[in-house]
């Protein structure tokens, strides 16, 4: 779950995101949606100021956030955004297979090559979607 209070169309709007691996459907947005109502009227989270409650699954392409987010995507397509690139290279997108994920770096297969990218270099990591 993830949680994000933001300004969309010029009014404030509280997005709880849910996933599960089976997926989400409308009706399960409808239940976090009604469980919700009666918790966040109670602890006014934003100060009494009004806002919209949204409910969501996180997308097809939602940035990797902790370290099951990378494990339950070893073996998947992933892209890699970087801060700058890595030396030697002007790229600042790597799509390839992950491999593994540790707290010094993101390991991606590319073109049969294991592709070793610091972590200080990684701005976000995402499943790669194909159209």
Sequence with gaps: MDIEYKTLYGDKHLVVYIANDSGITLDDCEAVSNALDAPLDALDPTGSMPYCLDVSSPGLD??????????????????????????????????????????????????????????????????????
Aim: hydrophobic share 35%.
């Design 62 to 131: 939602r940035p990797f956030k902790t370290q099951r987010d990378y494990e339950r995507n070893y073996g998947k397509k992933v892209e890699v955004k970087l801060f700058a690139p890595m030396p030697g290279s002007k790229l600042k997108l790597i799509v390839g297979s992950l491999k593994e994920k540790t707290a010094d770096a993101v390991t991606v297969v590319t073109d049969g090559k294991d592709t070793v990218i610091p972590s200080a270099l990684v701005a976000l990591t995402r499943p790669h979607v194909e159209f």
